[in-house]
């Protein structure tokens, strides 16, 4: 069973920092396309940020420039390091992961077979 564990969720004032983790198990991410996603209450999952299995990485606009997705696959791990924090930035924050043959890094959440149980951010001023 593959799981995938955030965490690094907080509480943040504007313009603060946060750094989300995204732990899996079972399967190497170095094989998977990952995403993180947010949500609101009342809204639609949004994506955030991609990366494939190439490194290759796609951003939502609204957060270019101050969010950037990484992996360490030594540690089989996911991160998003969130800069310049908004209060528009505030929601519950979900990792995913694609480990099909040719698997794209898309912003779209109906591709991603695995979720994280979520780690909430809120940004306050």
């Known amino acids: 069973e593959v799981q995938l564990v955030e965490s690094g969720g907080d509480l943040v004032q504007p313009g603060g920092s946060l750094r989300l983790s995204c732990a899996a198990s079972?399967?190497?991410?170095?094989?998977?396309?990952m995403a993180w996603f947010r949500q609101t209450p009342g809204q639609e999952r949004e994506g955030v940020a991609g990366?494939?299995?190439?490194?290759?990485?796609t951003y939502a606009d609204s957060v270019k420039g101050r969010f950037s997705i990484s992996k360490d696959n030594a540690k089989n791990t996911l991160y998003l390091q969130m800069n310049n924090l908004k209060p528009e930035d505030t929601a519950m924050y979900y990792c995913?992961?694609?480990?099909?043959?040719?698997?794209?890094?898309?912003?779209?959440?109906?591709?991603?077979?695995?979720w994280g149980q979520g780690t909430q951010v809120t940004v306050y001023s």
């Open positions: 079972t399967y190497t991410i170095s094989k998977a396309c």
């Open positions: 995913a992961a694609d480990w099909s043959p040719f698997c794209r890094a898309t912003m779209s959440s109906r591709v991603y077979d695995y």
């Open positions: 990366i494939d299995t190439d490194d290759r990485r």
